[in-house]
């Protein structure tokens, strides 16, 4: 029960702690035993990277160093449990943190609305831009209520309760997050849990359970369970298989996704807004802290900068490219593994379609990254970037009349659905989606670039498979098992594919 409460601890991110061995009294206050215990404790402590400030030998029932010092531990040296306790530094004082409010209500007086919340981290001051996520609408706080003093002071910081009053009327709902345009919370629709779990029920995957972020609630399903924690040893199973569960009491590493746009923070950047509960059914269940490690923030990819834009009537419709190209126009979607064989199988199709007659152009990594993504690295962010890019750019090559073969790894699905969303923008509308399909020990098998190999060694960070998420496709509209299948094969299963559903109708 104590390594549980440790390790409870270290979830939470305390750092200043204060152990206390009790019921001393059954061993007459043994300086041998306590120092046995002792030792243990700090061990234990060690592993988990907290360090105690001090252990105190107590008898909670007789009050044995609790407020004073006890007679019958006269070999021991240290403070009282209220000293140790009074001796803690405070933390760092959250106002210096960045804003983060979530908001609670919104109250409407006259012709005023009013927007309430407690200020988490943060301050704020009258004449701020406020930003407001998931949302990304923006308007200027004119006015400070505050609770229960009252009055209208010109800024706030954190532990305050606030109603704040904007320059305009936005609308906006319980659950979202205000923050300064300069510093804003990550946007995602995914991320990762370490979370301890207390449900009667094992967490396990495919599940879906209440999230609550703050005052924001959305269901949310375990996508994965990537590791789970034996709390005695701390020994970790990594990469748990599908059907692993955490057990009541638990701890493990899990993926966590959302239908909906989350407004987070990491633990590690803001121990306020970096926690979150999962509720099952009308029972709290578990709780834990949130990592992006491997998974980029979304908010640019969704935000829309463009003004003044107008739509342009096409020189060419699309049917007059149809019948000129005597096929469909369209976006075919490799995704999979590197070393799954995308590339090699879309530059052996592009090939023989070519020969047939199709108007078709393969889009892969080593054309797009040398120039038009030549300034983007591979960071999560980046890696996400990239793939907007490619999408937006096979969609006009799709409206263009092309068939377009786009390989790439691709790793994120909502980068995908973001892709697909861009090729229905347009008349031609049409994206097909190819899970690649082999296993990661195969890829890592062939390993024509050695990549793998670099990756192992710890010379490529955030690589797909290995150091960074490989998200599978869940509603593909064709797989290739390369892993089963021949190079031959692969290529004749997607040409059938391509002139099933790229033949136009001549009737």
Known sequence: QSRRHAYFLHLLGLRSIVVAVNKMDAVDFGAE????????????????????????????????????RSERSAWYGGPTVTEALDAIELPEDDAEAPLRVPVQDIYHFDDRRIIAGRIESGALAVGDELLFSPSNKRARLTRIDTWPEGGAPESAKAGQSVGLILDEQIFIERGEVISHVTNPPLESNVFRGHVFWLGREPLAAGKQYKLKLGTFEAPVEVQSIDRIIDIDDLAMTDSASGDAAIERNGVGDVVMRSRAMLALDEFASNRRSGRFVLVDGYDIAGGGIISMRGYPDQRDLITDKTSNLFAVDKGVSTELRQQRNAHKG???????????????????????????????????GDNVRGGLNANLSFSPEDRAENIR??????????????????????????????????AERYPSGAFHEVYVKAALEVCEGRDPKGLYKKARAGEIPDFTGISAPYEAPEEQELVIETGAMSEEQSVAALISYIDKHFAVDKS
């Open 33 to 68: 035993r306590f120092a046995e215990v002792e030792s243990d404790i700090r061990d234990y402590l060690a592993e988990l990277g907290i360090t105690p400030s001090h252990v105190v030998p107590v008898s909670a029932r007789d009050g044995d160093n609790i407020v004073t």
């Open 330 to 364: 369209g976006v075919v979607w490799f995704t999979g593994l590197s070393g799954s064989g995308k590339t090699t199988i879309a530059l052996e199709a592009e090939r023989q379609l070519f020969q047939k007659g199709y108007q078709v152009y393969v889009l892969d």
């Open 389 to 422: 890019r490619v999408g937006e750019v096979a969609a006009l090559f799709a409206d263009a009349g092309f068939v377009v073969l786009s390989a790439f790894i691709s790793p994120y699905r909502a980068d995908r659905v973001r892709a697909r969303e861009a």
